[in-house]
């Protein structure tokens, strides 16, 4: 079993940042690939990005490419999603997911494990 806690939501004028984190309870974190969903209203939840246990690999969504960075640090059971140049359309509540595979993992339905979301709301 793996619980999921998301932090860093927030409302941010367009142009500026935010960092997501997802702290994971258990001591095999570590073998966990992990990924970032958003939902907006009357819209299906859409990968954001995704990364492997490892952190070597690493997945985006093309709306965010060059935008958004993954990253994960296994000592501390962490994900993380650095957000930045946010657009309006960037708003939605975003979801940490965790399944236990060493590749990166881009389908929502294949993710065993889901934090509760943390509302990101971008200003124009």
């Known amino acids: 079993q793996v619980q999921l806690v998301e932090s860093g939501g927030g409302l941010v004028q367009a142009g500026g940042s935010l960092r997501l984190s997802c702290a994971a309870s258990g001591r095999t974190f570590g073998r966990y690939a992990m990924g970032w969903f958003r939902q907006a209203p009357g819209k299906e939840r859409e990968l954001v990005a995704a990364?492997?246990?490892?952190?070597?690999?690493?997945s985006y969504a093309d709306a965010v490419k060059g935008r958004f960075t993954i990253s994960r640090d296994n000592a501390k059971n962490t994900v993380y999603l650095q957000m930045n140049s946010l657009k309006p359309e960037d708003t939605a509540v975003y979801y940490c997911a965790a399944q236990r595979r060493a590749s990166v993992v881009v389908n929502a339905y294949e993710y065993d494990y889901w934090g509760q979301g943390t509302q990101v709301t971008v200003s124009s």
């Open positions: 990364i492997s246990w490892s952190g070597s690999t690493t």
